[in-house]
């Protein structure tokens, strides 16, 4: 019974390390390129640009499948973050969803019967709740992607623009203006 | 040198793994609807089964023997496994066009009763460890014959006018009862 013992933890012992081994000294690195791209993205995972988060929209854009101008959230700016990282023209943007105004999702309390359903909706675990009892957001938290307006039955989300203030103000980019030819 | 020869004869055609012994028949199934992916899948049992015969030839003499025999069965699917994940590391690094044909073969592989059954086989033959290795390739040859031509079958069929109620997996298995029969015209052919 003892040496049973014995001899299966041996064998186990040995294939773990066989394969802890393996898994360094075989380790794949990534294309690097997936990870740089990947960090421009907003991580709203809000499946806006038509891949089901930034990730893969990261890794279609490496391979060259996708566009870089299809990320609402990342907005104007990320768009020109992207072009700068892969040396490629800047390109308005494209996507079938247009960027909206920083904004985050407001949840009107008289009115939410808590079904949870906004929840699983959320990508980025930004609404805290339960079953029948009121939800709210965190806003620091809230990425904006609008992704929890569409489950909600009784319409009780919306979406509260930022206002521009002193903390997240930034410089606009630069707009080319077409020089005319003076008549 | 004869008895070597007369074990590959065996295992493929006489004693043939999937048609005979009737050991691995979800891959059989599940695999064989395409010529290139019943190929795939055979080259990664091939290096899988040769590998794990030997492997399990090693665990079965020397860390068990005979008090520990009961053992058997349980050591083998660890062995097994392990050797599925390594396999399945090193060929990823080392070679990812083959991993592209094999990648997704691999981990089925762990489950497929056949890369289980020979290496029971071995142990009740009292192989030794060339012949172990031997029966291991020649399974794993005969396997990939069966899976090849039932899937070159199989595409046939597709285009072929098939009563209704016996499209899809109803006529595949008659077809494969039916080639297993003529498997049975091998026996005899090698003791």
């Known amino acids: ?183 | 040198m004869t008895d070597y020869l007369l074990i590959i004869i065996g295992t493929v055609f006489v004693n043939n793994i999937v048609m005979v012994k009737i050991l691995g028949l979800c891959p059989f199934m599940g695999v064989s609807r395409k010529l290139e992916t019943s190929l795939g899948m055979g080259a990664a049992t091939t290096f899988v089964l040769t590998l794990s015969s030997g492997a399990s030839y090693l665990i079965s003499h020397y860390l068990l023997g005979p008090d520990l025999a009961y053992l058997t069965t349980l050591s083998f699917i660890v062995a097994i496994a392990g050797i599925v994940q390594f396999t399945e590391m090193v060929i990823k690094k080392t070679s990812p066009d083959l991993y592209q044909v094999l990648g997704i073969y691999l981990p089925l592989i762990t489950t497929n009763c056949a890369v289980l059954g020979i290496p029971l086989l071995n142990v009740q033959a009292n192989h030794n460890f060339i012949e172990s290795l031997l029966f291991g390739f020649g399974g794993a040859v005969g396997f990939t014959m069966a899976m090849v031509l039932f899937a070159g079958m199989r595409e046939r069929m597709e285009g072929a006018d098939t009563p209704a109620i016996f499209k899809g997996t109803a006529i595949a298995m008659i077809t494969a009862g039916l080639m297993s029969l003529a498997f049975m015209g091998f026996a005899g052919l090698v003791k």
């Open chain 1, 1 to 183: 019974m003892i040496s049973a013992l014995w001899v299966m933890i041996a064998l186990s012992v040995l294939l773990g390390i066989v394969l802890g081994y393996a898994a360094i000294r075989f380790k794949i690195e990534g294309n690097p390129l997936v990870e740089k791209i990947d960090a421009v993205l907003p991580q709203t995972q809000c499946g806006q640009c038509g891949y089901p988060g930034c990730k893969p929209y990261a890794e279609a854009i490496a391979k060259g499948e996708s566009d870089i101008n299809l990320c609402p959230p990342g907005g104007d700016e990320g768009i020109h973050k992207l072009a700068d990282l892969l040396g490629v023209e800047y390109k308005p943007f494209g996507g079938d969803a247009q960027p909206k105004a920083k904004a985050v999702a407001f949840i009107d309390e008289n009115t939410c019967i808590g079904c949870t359903l906004c929840i699983q909706a959320c990508p980025v675990d930004a609404i805290v709740g339960a079953a029948k009892q009121m939800h709210t957001i965190i806003a620091s938290e809230c990425t904006g992607c609008e992704l929890c307006l569409p489950p909600c039955p009784v319409d009780c989300i919306s979406m509260d623009k930022i206002a521009e203030d002193i903390s997240n103000w930034k410089w606009q980019h630069p707009v080319i203006i077409p020089i005319q030819a003076v008549a």
